[in-house]
């Protein structure tokens, strides 16, 4: 107690009960992530152990343990699938980024309803089922479909598109676009609006300080958003089906058909475990690449 009758913080019996009551908000956390370690090592640490171990397991009588992959790595056709589950995913992250960056920045300029507006319309892949939405492209895209029917009122010859790797492209693309939208959205939210102003107050022209000042501010947002849209891409099934062909077939149709139809295990997982290490492969180049993108703009800030 103090001469004003307060009661002095700086009591040792105030640091006793602090230090009293610290390792019980530890414990009460970490109760707490209880359920959730579990359900991640029920749902998602075990199915992947399972997969792994099948993937060198499930094999003929005397063979390899490396026999799956072998296989896998050493077969043509698999080799083309591959190839082409990259290729594919690399042109909707194209397609998703260079679309989504105007939008996001419309979006950060937009005011009020329209900003909602636009929001709305990057949302809207969320709020319809998959299978709709891909039989809706297939209305469109289709010989006798909408975009056909557009183009001959202009005089335009007609286009086939659908079950060509540009219809799946176009059908993923607009699944992932708010995963490429979001990012960069958020990224442009933190720039400065001053470094701008300083910029225009300088003489430079609003073309060249938006190349020069806002654009490599802004590329963290969008080479997060890229990866993000790339990893997702590698695990795309029913838009493939739906509006490509066996020729245009990607990783995931081959390994769902190798269990379904063949019942091969041990061939399946192996294919799954590639695309797993893939996509852990691609997302650490791109948390490093992110993180370095960072640095630079930090160091050039300061």
């Known amino acids: 107690m103090t001469d004003s009758g307060i009661v002095s913080t700086d009591s040792p019996g105030s640091d006793v009960a602090t230090a009293n009551t610290r390792p019980h908000g530890r414990i009460n956390r970490a109760v707490l992530l209880v359920p959730v370690l579990a359900f991640l ?11 792994t171990v099948k993937s060198i397991t499930d094999i003929p009588p005397g063979a390899s343990a490396w026999t799956n992959f072998e296989w896998f790595f050493s077969d043509r056709t698999n080799m083309r699938i591959y190839w082409n589950t990259l290729v594919t995913a690399f042109k ?28 709305g319309v990057v949302l809207l892949p969320f709020w319809t089922s998959a299978v709709v939405r891909n039989f809706a492209w297939v209305v469109i895209l289709q010989d006798r479909g909408v975009l056909n029917y ?52 300088l003489g430079a022209r609003p073309v060249v300080a938006f190349f020069t000042v806002f654009l490599p501010l802004s590329m963290t947002g969008a080479f997060a958003g890229a990866v993000l849209v790339f990893v997702l891409s590698l695990g795309f099934y029913v838009t493939p089906a739906i509006l490509g062909s066996p020729r245009d077939a990607m990783l995931p149709q081959i390994i769902y058909a190798q269990v379904t139809e063949l019942l091969a295990w041990g061939r399946s997982s192996a294919m799954a475990v590639v695309l797993l290490v893939t996509t852990v492969g691609i997302l650490a180049g791109g948390a490093l690449m992110t993180r370095t993108l960072r640095n630079r703009i930090a160091a050039k800030e300061q």
């Open 41 to 51: 090592g029920l749902f998602f640490l075990y199915p992947i152990f399972t997969m």
């Open 150 to 201: 557009v183009l001959s009122l202009f005089g335009a010859p007609p286009v086939s598109i659908l079950g060509t790797a540009t219809a799946v492209t176009i059908g993923m693309a607009q699944v992932l676009l708010p995963f490429a939208v979001l990012p960069i959205y958020t990224s442009m939210q933190k720039i400065d609006s001053s470094l701008m102003r300083a910029a225009l107050m």
């Open 92 to 119: 909707v992250t194209v397609f998703c980024v260079l679309v989504a960056y105007p939008m996001a920045y419309s979006m950060m300029r937009a005011r009020g309803v329209w900003k909602l507006a636009i929001l």
